[in-house]
Protein backbone atom coordinates (compact mmCIF):
# COMPACT_ATOMS: atom_id res chain seq x y z
CA UNK A 1 0.00 0.00 0.00
CA UNK A 2 2.83 2.59 0.73
CA UNK A 3 4.22 1.87 -2.90
CA UNK A 4 0.81 2.07 -4.81
CA UNK A 5 0.44 5.37 -2.49
CA UNK A 6 4.18 6.73 -3.25
CA UNK A 7 3.09 5.87 -6.99
CA UNK A 8 0.03 8.10 -7.23
CA UNK A 9 1.60 11.09 -5.59
CA UNK A 10 4.71 10.44 -8.25
CA UNK A 11 2.22 10.01 -10.80
CA UNK A 12 0.08 13.48 -9.63
CA UNK A 13 3.51 15.63 -9.12
CA UNK A 14 4.32 14.66 -12.49
CA UNK A 15 1.17 15.41 -14.35
CA UNK A 16 0.31 18.62 -12.26
CA UNK A 17 3.66 20.07 -10.91
CA UNK A 18 6.24 19.27 -14.14
CA UNK A 19 5.87 22.80 -15.61
CA UNK A 20 3.30 24.92 -14.01
CA UNK A 21 3.96 28.38 -15.61
CA UNK A 22 3.58 26.25 -19.07
CA UNK A 23 0.53 24.89 -17.89
CA UNK A 24 -1.28 28.20 -16.33
CA UNK A 25 0.08 29.81 -19.34
CA UNK A 26 -1.81 27.51 -21.76
CA UNK A 27 -5.06 27.45 -19.83
CA UNK A 28 -4.92 31.32 -19.59
CA UNK A 29 -4.77 31.18 -23.43
CA UNK A 30 -6.98 28.59 -23.69
CA UNK A 31 -10.13 30.16 -21.88
CA UNK A 32 -9.83 33.64 -22.95
CA UNK A 33 -9.64 32.12 -26.90
CA UNK A 34 -12.08 29.87 -25.85
CA UNK A 35 -14.87 32.28 -24.80
CA UNK A 36 -15.46 34.34 -28.39
CA UNK A 37 -15.29 30.93 -30.09
CA UNK A 38 -17.77 29.18 -27.86
CA UNK A 39 -20.25 31.96 -28.29
CA UNK A 40 -19.76 31.75 -32.35
CA UNK A 41 -20.09 28.19 -31.99
CA UNK A 42 -23.54 28.43 -30.08
CA UNK A 43 -24.59 30.80 -32.86
CA UNK A 44 -24.41 28.17 -35.67
CA UNK A 45 -25.80 25.56 -33.74
CA UNK A 46 -28.72 28.25 -32.65
CA UNK A 47 -28.40 28.19 -29.30
CA UNK A 48 -28.21 30.86 -26.47
CA UNK A 49 -24.48 31.56 -26.03
CA UNK A 50 -24.72 30.54 -22.08
CA UNK A 51 -25.67 27.24 -23.13
CA UNK A 52 -21.81 26.89 -24.83
CA UNK A 53 -20.53 28.59 -22.37
CA UNK A 54 -21.64 26.00 -19.83
CA UNK A 55 -20.82 23.12 -21.68
CA UNK A 56 -17.33 24.41 -22.26
CA UNK A 57 -16.72 25.49 -18.86
CA UNK A 58 -18.23 21.97 -17.40
CA UNK A 59 -16.06 19.69 -19.93
CA UNK A 60 -12.71 21.43 -19.17
CA UNK A 61 -13.13 21.05 -15.64
CA UNK A 62 -14.25 17.23 -16.15
CA UNK A 63 -11.53 16.83 -18.43
CA UNK A 64 -8.78 18.41 -16.12
CA UNK A 65 -9.44 16.35 -13.12
CA UNK A 66 -10.24 13.02 -14.70
CA UNK A 67 -7.88 13.40 -17.17
CA UNK A 68 -7.60 13.03 -21.46
CA UNK A 69 -4.91 12.45 -23.97
CA UNK A 70 -2.48 14.97 -25.90
CA UNK A 71 -4.36 16.47 -28.15
CA UNK A 72 -7.77 15.69 -27.18
CA UNK A 73 -10.44 18.42 -27.72
CA UNK A 74 -12.12 19.31 -24.72
CA UNK A 75 -14.55 21.92 -25.99
CA UNK A 76 -16.89 23.70 -28.46
CA UNK A 77 -16.66 22.04 -31.59
CA UNK A 78 -17.78 23.53 -35.01
CA UNK A 79 -18.59 20.04 -36.48
CA UNK A 80 -20.54 19.42 -33.49
CA UNK A 81 -22.29 22.61 -34.20
CA UNK A 82 -22.95 22.03 -37.67
CA UNK A 83 -24.87 18.31 -36.32
CA UNK A 84 -26.59 20.45 -33.56
CA UNK A 85 -28.49 23.13 -35.61
CA UNK A 86 -31.00 20.72 -37.74
CA UNK A 87 -31.77 18.95 -34.42
CA UNK A 88 -32.17 22.36 -32.39
CA UNK A 89 -33.93 23.79 -35.30
CA UNK A 90 -36.77 21.05 -35.68
CA UNK A 91 -36.70 19.90 -32.11
CA UNK A 92 -35.65 22.40 -29.71
CA UNK A 93 -32.97 22.91 -27.65
CA UNK A 94 -33.91 19.68 -25.06
CA UNK A 95 -33.36 17.20 -27.81
CA UNK A 96 -30.27 18.50 -28.12
CA UNK A 97 -29.34 17.74 -24.75
CA UNK A 98 -30.58 14.09 -25.12
CA UNK A 99 -28.61 13.29 -28.25
CA UNK A 100 -25.29 14.84 -26.14
CA UNK A 101 -26.04 12.41 -23.34
CA UNK A 102 -26.83 9.44 -25.77
CA UNK A 103 -23.63 10.34 -27.81
CA UNK A 104 -21.82 10.16 -24.86
CA UNK A 105 -22.99 6.62 -23.94
CA UNK A 106 -21.71 5.55 -27.35
CA UNK A 107 -18.79 7.18 -26.97
CA UNK A 108 -18.46 4.58 -23.84
CA UNK A 109 -19.37 1.77 -25.74
CA UNK A 110 -16.38 2.74 -28.75
CA UNK A 111 -14.33 3.08 -25.50
CA UNK A 112 -14.89 -0.34 -24.14
CA UNK A 113 -14.99 -1.78 -27.77
CA UNK A 114 -11.90 -0.07 -28.86
CA UNK A 115 -13.25 1.29 -31.69
CA UNK A 116 -10.32 3.97 -31.80
CA UNK A 117 -8.21 1.83 -33.73
CA UNK A 118 -10.50 2.27 -36.16
CA UNK A 119 -9.51 5.61 -36.91
CA UNK A 120 -6.15 4.05 -38.11
CA UNK A 121 -7.98 3.44 -41.71
CA UNK A 122 -9.21 6.31 -42.15
CA UNK A 123 -7.21 8.17 -44.97
CA UNK A 124 -4.98 11.48 -44.57
CA UNK A 125 -6.49 13.10 -47.16
CA UNK A 126 -9.79 13.03 -45.07
CA UNK A 127 -8.35 13.99 -42.28
CA UNK A 128 -6.75 17.09 -43.50
CA UNK A 129 -10.16 17.63 -44.82
CA UNK A 130 -11.97 16.82 -41.55
CA UNK A 131 -9.55 19.82 -40.08
CA UNK A 132 -9.76 21.67 -42.89
CA UNK A 133 -13.24 22.36 -43.01
CA UNK A 134 -13.36 23.08 -39.03
CA UNK A 135 -10.60 25.45 -39.78
CA UNK A 136 -13.29 27.29 -42.84
CA UNK A 137 -16.16 26.75 -40.16
CA UNK A 138 -14.08 29.01 -37.76
CA UNK A 139 -12.82 31.41 -40.11
CA UNK A 140 -16.71 32.02 -41.20
CA UNK A 141 -18.20 32.42 -37.85
CA UNK A 142 -15.63 35.00 -36.89
CA UNK A 143 -16.15 37.00 -40.11
CA UNK A 144 -19.51 38.70 -39.29
CA UNK A 145 -17.76 39.96 -36.40
CA UNK A 146 -15.26 41.93 -38.83
CA UNK A 147 -17.66 42.99 -41.30
CA UNK A 148 -19.07 46.27 -41.35
CA UNK A 149 -17.04 47.58 -38.79
CA UNK A 150 -15.00 50.68 -38.01
CA UNK A 151 -11.50 51.09 -38.38
CA UNK A 152 -11.01 50.42 -34.62
CA UNK A 153 -12.12 47.19 -35.64
CA UNK A 154 -9.87 46.27 -38.22
CA UNK A 155 -6.75 48.00 -36.26
CA UNK A 156 -6.90 45.81 -33.49
CA UNK A 157 -7.05 42.92 -35.54
CA UNK A 158 -4.50 43.68 -37.83
CA UNK A 159 -2.16 44.88 -34.60
CA UNK A 160 -3.43 41.45 -32.62
CA UNK A 161 -1.81 39.19 -36.36
CA UNK A 162 1.31 41.30 -35.86
CA UNK A 163 1.43 40.43 -32.18
CA UNK A 164 1.06 36.77 -32.58
CA UNK A 165 3.45 36.54 -35.18
CA UNK A 166 6.10 38.94 -34.00
CA UNK A 167 6.36 38.06 -30.09
CA UNK A 168 7.69 35.04 -30.76
CA UNK A 169 11.02 36.53 -32.38
CA UNK A 170 11.48 38.17 -29.30
CA UNK A 171 10.52 36.07 -26.67
CA UNK A 172 8.79 32.33 -26.32
CA UNK A 173 8.39 32.38 -22.59
CA UNK A 174 4.73 33.84 -22.66
CA UNK A 175 2.00 32.47 -25.46
CA UNK A 176 1.65 35.12 -27.99
CA UNK A 177 -2.11 34.94 -28.38
CA UNK A 178 -1.91 36.01 -24.34
CA UNK A 179 0.36 38.67 -24.67
CA UNK A 180 -2.40 39.80 -27.61
CA UNK A 181 -5.43 39.56 -25.76
CA UNK A 182 -4.14 41.11 -22.65
CA UNK A 183 -2.70 43.94 -24.54
CA UNK A 184 -5.53 44.85 -26.47
CA UNK A 185 -7.84 43.97 -23.91
CA UNK A 186 -6.13 46.71 -21.82
CA UNK A 187 -5.96 49.07 -24.69
CA UNK A 188 -9.50 48.87 -25.83
CA UNK A 189 -10.61 49.55 -22.03
CA UNK A 190 -8.71 52.74 -21.13
CA UNK A 191 -8.66 54.69 -24.74
CA UNK A 192 -12.62 53.60 -24.57
CA UNK A 193 -12.22 52.44 -28.54
CA UNK A 194 -16.35 52.00 -30.10
CA UNK A 195 -15.31 48.26 -30.44
CA UNK A 196 -18.33 44.84 -29.10
CA UNK A 197 -16.80 43.01 -26.71
CA UNK A 198 -17.92 39.48 -25.81
CA UNK A 199 -20.71 40.79 -23.89
CA UNK A 200 -22.32 42.31 -27.15
CA UNK A 201 -22.83 39.00 -28.65
CA UNK A 202 -25.13 37.27 -25.47
CA UNK A 203 -26.05 37.46 -22.30
CA UNK A 204 -23.14 35.87 -20.34
CA UNK A 205 -24.01 32.97 -17.50
CA UNK A 206 -24.21 34.72 -14.00
CA UNK A 207 -24.40 31.68 -11.98
CA UNK A 208 -22.89 28.01 -12.53
CA UNK A 209 -25.21 26.00 -14.27
CA UNK A 210 -27.42 23.54 -12.50
CA UNK A 211 -27.89 19.29 -13.27
CA UNK A 212 -31.25 18.67 -14.95
CA UNK A 213 -32.41 15.75 -17.31
CA UNK A 214 -33.51 16.77 -20.83
CA UNK A 215 -37.62 17.70 -20.76
CA UNK A 216 -38.60 15.09 -23.76
CA UNK A 217 -40.60 12.16 -23.89
CA UNK A 218 -38.85 8.92 -23.02
CA UNK A 219 -40.19 7.37 -26.01
CA UNK A 220 -39.43 5.21 -28.86
CA UNK A 221 -40.08 8.44 -30.90
CA UNK A 222 -37.68 10.34 -29.13
CA UNK A 223 -34.80 7.89 -29.40
CA UNK A 224 -35.59 7.78 -33.37
CA UNK A 225 -35.21 11.81 -33.37
CA UNK A 226 -32.41 12.03 -31.62
CA UNK A 227 -30.09 8.31 -32.55
CA UNK A 228 -28.63 9.92 -35.93
CA UNK A 229 -27.28 13.36 -34.61
CA UNK A 230 -25.96 11.69 -31.24
CA UNK A 231 -24.08 8.82 -33.59
CA UNK A 232 -22.77 11.73 -35.62
CA UNK A 233 -21.60 13.45 -32.76
CA UNK A 234 -19.94 10.27 -31.41
CA UNK A 235 -18.25 9.77 -34.32
CA UNK A 236 -16.66 13.70 -34.60
CA UNK A 237 -15.99 12.64 -31.02
CA UNK A 238 -14.10 9.52 -31.97
CA UNK A 239 -12.87 10.90 -34.92
Same mark, same amino acid.
Given at each position: ????? =??????? #? #???? =?????????????????????????????????? $???????????????????????????????????????????????? $????? !??????????????? #??????? #? =????????????????????????? =???????????????????? !????????????????????????????????????????????PFSW????????PAVA???VGLL
Open positions: MPCEI =TMLITAL #R #REWL =TNPQRELLAGAVATFALIPEVIAFSFAAGVDPQV $GLYGSFVIGIVIAFAGGRPAMVSAAAGSVALVAAPLVASHGLSYLFAA $GLLAG !ALQIVFGLLRLGVLM #RFVSQSV #R =TGFVNALAILIFAAQMPHLLGEGWH =TYGLFAVALALIYGVPRLTT !AIPSPLVAIVLLTVAASLLQLPVKTVADLGRLPEALPVFAWPSVETLRIIAGIAM
